[in-house]
């Protein structure tokens, strides 16, 4: 059974650029949910992804955006990035069925360091 | 919004010893799960035990145990003989049947000492 896995381990971008995280799910899960955890703190809730739809999302604005594709695999995408990004950016993947007894445990990804400067 | 309080930022024990993790929490739901995740300088985020909220005998996964009190909105975690490889900031962590999205806590950091 193949784990969660994140691409790049480290990114540092400049102010105003664009970056694209990318997240492979757990073998058998079919859904997605991305936290950012800021230095010292807990995740917080961005977005998750359901069967390629948007199913949630967190108190983020719109320059953050996501895509889930036919495999499950996501990608998180930050535009017009601020210094306040810099953060931990970490996917988790888990397997719903919509219907009561889905397996809910979210098993996570070793995640992304992002900086902005 | 759920809002998971967890007021230890530090805890340090002995190798051996037992420590308790504290966490509270905030819903007006029925129907929710409970977890603790571990995250080791490593930083990958482990889940070491988990508690549905309509099962009212407490969790227990080898050295961890939880003591979940449902009227009291509380859920604190047990390490029973710790071990060296236990450091790591733990996390309560909320879920609601509805969503299925984490409402983390801020951490407690636990160290255990040689």
């Known amino acids: 059974e193949t784990g969660v896995t994140q691409s790049p381990t480290h990114l540092i971008k400049t102010r105003g650029q664009q970056v694209t995280l990318r997240c492979s799910s757990q073998s058998g899960h079919n859904t997605v949910s991305w936290y950012q955890q800021a230095l010292g703190q807990g995740p917080q809730f961005i977005f998750q992804y359901y069967r390629e739809e948007e199913n949630g999302r967190g108190n983020f604005p719109p320059r953050f955006s996501g895509l889930q594709f036919p495999n499950y695999s996501s990608e998180l995408n930050v535009n017009a990035l601020e210094l306040d990004d810099s953060a931990l950016y970490l996917c988790?993947?888990?397997?719903?069925?919509?219907?009561?007894?889905?397996?809910?445990?979210?098993?996570f990804g070793p995640g992304t360091r992002l900086t902005v400067t | 919004a759920q809002t998971v309080t967890q007021s230890q930022p530090e805890m340090s024990v002995q190798e051996a010893e037992t420590v308790t993790l504290s966490c509270t929490y905030d819903t007006s739901e029925n129907n929710y799960y409970l977890f603790w995740y571990k995250q080791p300088p490593s930083r990958q985020m482990i889940l070491v035990i988990r508690q549905e909220a309509y099962k009212q005998q407490n969790a227990t996964e080898n050295r961890f145990s939880v003591n979940f009190q449902k009227a009291a909105k509380s859920f604190s975690l047990k390490i029973s003989d710790s071990q060296l490889g236990d450091t790591a900031m733990y996390f309560c962590?909320?879920?609601?049947?509805?969503?299925?999205?984490?409402?983390f806590g801020a951490g407690t950091t636990v160290t255990v000492r040689a």
């Open positions: 988790a993947s888990s397997f719903l069925t919509g219907l009561a007894g889905s397996s809910y445990e979210q098993y």
């Open positions: 962590a909320f879920m609601s049947a509805n969503d299925y999205k984490l409402s």
